[in-house]
């Protein structure tokens, strides 16, 4: 077996791996690259492999960095299927058409300000076509996607949907299992159930995003969210959260529905400004056999958890833009969840020199994103190619994550420490690699690999 790592390897996003097996090439993971405009949008167009040359494609989860070139994938000669859980092909109809929507509007935008020129990736005629590829199964189903090879798929615990991805196979007439992890998911978060942990691979590909650092404690998180709106409504001020359109932005409402029937916060309007997150919303209101114990109980007690009694999920663009006017306290969720495009953009540029106001980041900020310049709290950031002064105050909320943390990556990854087992490491930038690297070499894990973007490993 030979496993390539053309994503996602040394950094955090545009996760493509690449596993030839029994003579078939099965892509794991479709994803964009995220950050600078110029090299992101080298990497997205050109396919460092011949698309047509794939077999078969297993999409782990829906999130942009997992899923975002699948339309390209399919234009440039892909005429496999995409395999993967019914509630990921739901939010990648939206997800992948509100993509070509937003890189529409920014070549646009480009060419108005008589900038340099930014064509789209593909347009909703490519989404609409990968669509059409797409072959759902549930978790723990088994399922041939190649001949003599097998694959199941196991709930992550990352997103609604998010699944590992569990390939049988064998070799030299032994059977042997290699394990994807995805992104892995958080024990004890409300609204999914945990991460499901392998028992018997034999070869292990693991992300390791917090691999080098530990999240803040759950038990805390909602009375530290409590504390921060109750602090900048006193001051007069807003809440402005950039926030994932999927699964962090109805963990922050859940959240907040939870504070609300507690009496723990005052009464203040909430505006979800992002139609994505409103439609993916409803997408979460079809699958509610994901929720876990928790989630189900509050839904028999307080009726939906994504409805307070003063919010507002804004669709249009007439009713984003009113919001500007807004001057009483209100809190504002908006997409995208790095602040690199879409409407946050707008209400960053309003609010950010207020110091009444607040900026709560809720999840991971890439090197070099806007949401990462945010979190160093840069006395001066550009936003739409204007610099302005950053006043308000900025909270970080690490308990939010929708990854496992340091201990419970080293805790998936130390059921892989026999002899002939061995771990792989991706999805991570340096420093959370080698230190993911040394925990699991604590623990006896013996054959650990940091895989490098393009880097081939035969197994």
Same mark, same amino acid.
């Given at each position: 077996?030979?496993?390539?790592?053309?994503?996602?390897a040394?950094?955090?996003?545009?996760?493509?791996?690449?596993?030839?097996?029994?003579?078939?090439?099965?892509?794991?993971?479709?994803?964009?690259?995220?950050?600078?405009?110029?090299?992101?949008?080298?990497?997205?167009?050109?396919? $460092?492999?011949d698309?047509?040359?794939?077999?078969?494609?297993?999409?782990?989860?829906?999130?942009?960095?997992?899923?975002?070139?699948? !339309?390209?994938?399919?234009?440039?000669?892909?005429?496999?299927?995409?395999?993967?859980?019914?509630?990921?092909?739901?939010?990648?109809?939206?997800?992948?058409?509100?993509?070509?929507?937003?890189?529409?509007?920014?070549?646009?935008?480009?060419?108005k300000?008589?900038q340099?020129?930014?064509? $789209?990736?593909?347009?909703?005629?490519?989404?609409?076509?990968?669509?059409?590829?797409?072959?759902?199964?549930?978790?723990?189903?088994?399922?041939?996607?190649?001949?003599?090879?097998?694959?199941?798929?196991?709930?992550a615990g990352?997103?609604?949907?998010s699944?590992?991805?569990?390939?049988?196979?064998?070799?030299? #007439?032994?059977?042997?299992?290699?394990?994807f992890?995805?992104?892995?998911?958080?024990?004890?978060?409300?609204?999914?159930?945990? !991460?499901?942990?392998?028992?018997? *691979?034999?070869?292990?590909?693991?992300?390791?995003?917090?691999?080098?650092?530990?999240?803040?404690?759950?038990?805390?998180?909602?009375?530290?969210?409590?504390?921060?709106?109750?602090?900048?409504?006193? =001051?007069?001020?807003?809440?402005?959260? $950039?926030?994932?359109?999927?699964?962090?932005? %109805?963990?922050?409402?859940?959240?907040?529905?939870?504070?609300?029937?507690?009496?723990?916060? $005052?009464?203040?309007?909430?505006?979800?400004?992002s139609?994505?997150?409103?439609?993916?919303?409803?997408i979460?209101?079809?699958?509610?056999? &994901?929720?876990?114990?928790?989630?189900? %109980?509050?839904?028999?007690? #307080?009726?939906?958890?994504f409805?307070?009694?003063?919010?507002?999920?804004?669709?249009?663009?007439?009713?984003?833009?009113?919001?500007?006017?807004?001057?009483? !306290?209100?809190?504002?969720? &908006? *997409? &995208?969840?790095?602040?690199?495009?879409?409407?946050?953009?707008?209400?960053?540029?309003?609010?950010?020199?207020?110091?009444?106001?607040?900026?709560?980041?809720?999840?991971?900020?890439?090197?070099?994103?806007?949401? =990462?310049?945010i979190?160093?709290? %840069?006395?001066?950031?550009?936003?739409? #190619?204007?610099?302005?002064?950053?006043?308000a105050?900025?909270?970080?909320?690490?308990?939010?994550?929708?990854?496992?943390?340091?201990?419970?990556?080293?805790?998936?990854?130390?059921?892989?420490?026999?002899?002939?087992?061995?771990?792989?490491?991706?999805?991570?930038?340096?420093?959370?690699?080698?230190?993911?690297?040394?925990?699991?070499?604590e623990?006896?894990?013996?054959?650990?690999?940091?895989?490098?973007?393009?880097?081939?490993?035969?197994?």
């Open positions: 077996m030979k496993i390539t790592s053309y994503g996602a040394g950094e955090v996003t545009g996760s493509k791996h690449l596993l030839e097996v029994n003579g078939a090439r099965i892509l794991l993971d479709c994803g964009m690259f995220q950050g600078r405009r110029r090299e992101a949008d080298e990497k997205n167009r050109n396919f $460092p492999f698309p047509a040359s794939v077999d078969a494609m297993v999409l782990s989860h829906a999130h942009i960095d997992h899923s975002g070139v699948l !339309p390209m994938l399919h234009r440039k000669g892909y005429k496999g299927r995409v395999y993967t859980t019914p509630a990921t092909r739901d939010l990648c109809s939206v997800m992948l058409l509100d993509s070509a929507n937003i890189q529409k509007r920014d070549a646009e935008w480009l060419a300000k008589k340099s020129y930014v064509s $789209p990736l593909y347009d909703e005629t490519d989404v609409y076509a990968v669509m059409k590829r797409f072959a759902c199964f549930s978790y723990e189903d088994r399922f041939e996607i190649a001949p003599d090879v097998f694959v199941t798929l196991y709930d990352h997103v609604l949907g699944a590992m991805v569990a390939v049988d196979y064998k070799e030299n #007439g032994s059977e042997r299992r290699f394990v992890s995805g992104d892995i998911g958080r024990y004890n978060m409300p609204l999914l159930e945990d !991460p499901w942990e392998p028992e018997d *691979a034999d070869i292990i590909m693991m992300e390791s995003t917090y691999g080098d650092r530990e999240h803040d404690p759950i038990e805390t998180l909602e009375a530290e969210l409590a504390e921060v709106v109750r602090r900048t409504f006193r =001051r007069g001020g807003k809440v402005i959260i $950039p926030s994932f359109a999927l699964e962090r932005a %109805q963990e922050v409402v859940f959240a907040l529905k939870r504070l609300e029937l507690a009496g723990a916060i $005052p009464a203040m309007p909430v505006y979800v400004d139609p994505l997150t409103a439609n993916i919303t409803e979460f209101r079809y699958h509610t056999d &994901s929720f876990d114990a928790e989630t189900q %109980q509050v839904r028999d007690t #307080g009726g939906d958890p409805e307070l009694d003063h919010i507002e999920y804004v669709r249009n663009t007439d009713d984003s833009m009113r919001l500007n006017s807004i001057t009483d !306290p209100c809190i504002i969720i &908006s *997409a &995208s969840g790095m602040c690199e495009f879409g409407r946050i953009l707008h209400h960053l540029r309003n609010n950010c020199e207020d110091e009444r106001n607040t900026i709560a980041i809720v999840g991971f900020m890439a090197k070099n994103t806007l949401g =990462r310049r979190v160093e709290r %840069q006395p001066e950031i550009k936003i739409f #190619g204007v610099k302005r002064p950053l006043k105050e900025v909270v970080k909320f690490n308990g939010f994550s929708a990854h496992a943390g340091r201990d419970e990556l080293i805790r998936f990854g130390e059921r892989c420490k026999g002899a002939n087992q061995r771990v792989l490491l991706v999805h991570g930038e340096d420093t959370s690699l080698e230190a993911l690297r040394a925990g699991l070499a623990r006896d894990v013996r054959n650990i690999t940091v895989m490098d973007e393009k880097f081939t490993l035969e197994v």
